[in-house]
């Protein structure tokens, strides 16, 4: 019920595209925020994206004009269009909502604004 499951992985060459996928369950899928957030190894988790109640985009700073963030309502699916991949962005990528109950987010880029999590899927970037 609030399952989230990432899709969409895989190992890429720099300057290389993927295309990332979330599957929302239906009491986890949120009107309010949802993002996507990223762990290298060692390191923190960092939000990269995020999309408000009002279908807004947000993006960190460098994946500004390469990342698209999307959903489909209809379908409870979140998405993130990756362009231009670097080498450095090799990480975990997870899908996050937040619970209904919350209401809205701050800026959506921290990790305690949300509630639900998938357990990620890999991209690797080769240089």
């Known amino acids: 019920q609030g399952q989230l499951v990432e899709s969409g992985g895989g190992s890429v060459q720099a300057g290389g595209s ?3 996928s979330c ?6 899928y949120s009107d309010y925020c949802m993002a996507w957030f990223r762990q290298p190894p060692g390191a923190d988790r960092e939000g990269v994206a995020v999309i408000r109640g009002d279908g ?3 993006y960190t700073d460098s994946v500004k004009a390469r990342f698209t963030i999307s959903r489909d309502k209809s379908k409870h ?3 993130l269009q990756m362009e ?3 080498p450095e962005e090799s990480a975990l990528y997870f899908c996050a909502t937040r619970s209904r109950g919350r209401g809205r987010c701050g800026t959506g880029f921290s990790q305690y604004e949300y ?3 998938g357990k990620g899927t890999q991209v690797n ?3």
């Open 18 to 20: 993927l295309r990332l």
């Open 23 to 28: 599957e929302v369950g239906v009491y986890a």
């Open 56 to 58: 807004s985009a947000h």
């Open 77 to 79: 699916t979140l998405n």
């Open 84 to 86: 231009q991949l670097k």
């Open 115 to 117: 509630d639900y999590w």
């Open 125 to 127: 970037v080769s240089s």
